[in-house]
């Protein structure tokens, strides 16, 4: 495995597409210090900080279906998952389809990008994850300070980030070796928060609230809504109704 590191990229993602696109071999992993242009799904912008997070995206080359991308999202949301609980005394929860939760607050977004080729399977993805390790110095900017969190209030000596990074890889690695098989399904589900929770769902050209069902076998999200229509979800976005 080779891990680039830099202290400032535009974004993680962006560069690591360039490398594949380019043929850089799979399981090269980007991490850089701090992001300037660093986003998310929707295109939001991610805060990037120095001195507080991962920033970390890895160049796969999976033999998928493109309708399968979600089987890496959901992989890499249980890797990041069980990483944390090994570094922290904290518990978390996954947030459909990719977010990670510790009481309440969003500490994790994954962002998978896929790159098509001519074939039936995908040429290259490009797994990116940001974690909030450490609460940035000046604060989370206003329009997130009330759904962001981190895994620590305060920096600790030790270099947790590349610990981190070190855990997340080896237990995503563990579940991408049989990814077609879905080896992570059950973890997935045990700890998706999601299910029975009146939710506001958010596609491209619809907002409905509706009732989460269940993860189904392929990682879709089953909803039903007001008038008992039942969908299962594979995109879009969903917030939890309090
Ligand atoms: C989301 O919450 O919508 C996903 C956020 C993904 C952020 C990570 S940080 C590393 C990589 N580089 C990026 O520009 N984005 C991802």
New binding site residues.
Partial sequence: MNILYFKE??????Y?KELAKNGESEFTVII?DS?S??????G?H?C?PEHS?????IILRPRLKPEQSLYITTAAAVAVSEAIEKIAPVKTGIKWV??IFIYGK?V????TEAGFSSGDTLDYA?L????NIYTPKDGFAAEIKDIAGSIFDSPKDTNIRDALAESIIGNFKAFYSDITNKPHLDKYRQRNIVTGKEIKVISANDVYTATALGIDDDFRLTVKDANNNITALDSGEISIRM
């Fill in positions: 990229l535009e974004s993680t993602n962006k690591a850089a992001q242009g660093g986003y998310g799904r929707m939001r991610f990037s997070g991962l920033y970390m995206s990719n977010d969003k994790c977004g994954i962002l490009i990116g994850i940001g974690v």
